[in-house]
Structures are given as structure tokens and as C-alpha cells.
Antibody, heavy 118, light 110 residues
Framework: EVQLVESGGGLVQPGGSLRLSCAASGFTVSSNYMSWVRQAPGKGLEWVSV???????YYADSVKGRFTISRDNSKNTLYLQMNSLRAEDTAVYYC????????????WGQGTLVTVSS | SYVLTQPPSVSVAPGQTARITCGGNNIGSKSVHWYQQKPGQAPVLVVYDDSDRPSGIPERFSGSNSGNTATLTISRVEAGDEADYYCQVWDSSSDHRSWVFGGGTKLTVL
């Protein structure tokens, strides 16, 4: 059974940093495209970042230069390092297994809430 | 960047058919995916590649895509279908890869 479990969210001050984790089971993270998608309170879904099976990474313009996606193959875990956080980064962050054929998200984690506030 | 436009809300009576549209420039040339999200829950894929259904999704959910509009159709709507629905495409045509979501449509079952 495929499972994705995010952790690492919490309250952080503007300008601070946070690292999110997404532990996967039932499949191999390194063999798949893996993404982070966020949802601000009361708002819609927004793509944040993706890492390809080959290791290439891409970011939304809103987070480029501040966020870094990575993975630990030995732990079968996806990460999102978030630096220079802003109030507008406040959101629930989901990790999702992404199908490389046409880019859909077949499996989602339950999400972890990041709140950026002083 | 590519933009997807959805109506903010759609209302339908139980047993009727709901149609949720997703507009985009020449969207018919792209693969469109649809997600259902209920309050406090993660999104769930209900249609992928325009019209395919993941296992476990009822046949009442179907999709189509042509020209500048993709449509999610929910037949014989039930109270449990009340949720937010999002369309999504993958823009893989340039070096700047991006995944795009529509703004979402709240389906209300009257």
C-alpha cells in the first residue's frame, strides 16, 4: 500500500527556516517524480516544486531561490528545505507522487501546516 | 505562464448531473487531471489524462477535453460529492517546467 507521511511543519517567524519531510512506503521515491504542493488557508492548490527520478529539480517562481527539494534514497524520504520564509508561505504543504507520463498526482500525503508569523 | 479558469461554484440537486469546466488556451492539446477535495482532507485524483478514472472512483465521474475547455461531469450526483474540485495540467513544453492548477470549483449539492 502506498503511503506518504509529511512532518516538520509548525510556527516560524518571518525570515526563518524550516525543513519538511515526507516519508514514503509502498514504492521507491527515487524511481518516481515527487512533488510538493501547498494550499494557503481558504485558497486553492499551488504547485511548489518537483524532483525527477533522474534528479532534476524545478520550482515555482514564488519560491525559487528560497526553497530546495531533495531526497534521501536510503530513507525513502522526500524533503523541502524552506529558507527566508514569508507570511505568504503560510499553507498546508502536501507531498505527492507524480506520474511522469502526464504529470498527475496519483497519491498525496495528509499534509503538514506551516505558519509564518511573528 | 499558463492559466486555467474554473467557475467558483456550481450547484446541483441530488440525482442530477453536474458539469464543472476548466478553460485554458488550447487546453485540448494537453492532458487534464481532476481532483476532489473535501474539507480538512488531502485532494484525491478522480480523473486523469482527460477521461480516465483511477481504480475505486465511481463511473459517475467522467471527463472530456477539447478546444479551449475541459469538463468534469458527475452523473447522478450524491450528497457525498459535495467538495471542491480542481483541474490541473503539466506544462512540460519548455525548460521552465510547471504544474498548473485551476482556481477550484465548489460543488454544492442542494
Amino acid at each position: 500500500e502506498v503511503q506518504l507521511v509529511e512532518s516538520g511543519g509548525g510556527l516560524v517567524q518571518p525570515g526563518g527556516s524550516l525543513r519538511l519531510s515526507c516519508a514514503a512506503s509502498g514504492f521507491t521515491v527515487s524511481s518516481n517524480y515527487m512533488s510538493w504542493v501547498r494550499q494557503a488557508p481558504g485558497k486553492g492548490l499551488e504547485w511548489v516544486s518537483v524532483i525527477y527520478s533522474g534528479g532534476s529539480t524545478y520550482y515555482a517562481d514564488s519560491v525559487k531561490g528560497r526553497f530546495t527539494i531533495s531526497r534521501d534514497n536510503s530513507k525513502n524520504t522526500l524533503y523541502l528545505q524552506m529558507n527566508s520564509l514569508r507570511a505568504e508561505d503560510t499553507a498546508v504543504y502536501y507531498c505527492a507522487r507524480t506520474y511522469d507520463s502526464s504529470g498527475y498526482y496519483g497519491y498525496w500525503g495528509q499534509g503538514t501546516l506551516v505558519t509564518v508569523s511573528s | 505562464s499558463y492559466v486555467l479558469t474554473q467557475p467558483p461554484s456550481v450547484s446541483v440537486a441530488p440525482g442530477q448531473t453536474a458539469r464543472i469546466t476548466c478553460g485554458g488556451n488550447n487546453i485540448g492539446s494537453k492532458s487534464v487531471h481532476w481532483y476532489q477535495q473535501k474539507p480538512g482532507q488531502a485532494p484525491v485524483l478522480v480523473v486523469y489524462d482527460d477521461s480516465d478514472r483511477p481504480s475505486g472512483i465511481p463511473e459517475r465521474f467522467s471527463g472530456s477535453n477539447s478546444g479551449n475547455t475541459a469538463t468534469l461531469t458527475i452523473s447522478r450526483v450524491e450528497a457525498g460529492d459535495e467538495a471542491d474540485y480542481y483541474c490541473q495540467v503539466w506544462d512540460s513544453s519548455s525548460d521552465h517546467r510547471s504544474w498548473v492548477f485551476g482556481g477550484g470549483t465548489k460543488l454544492t449539492v442542494l
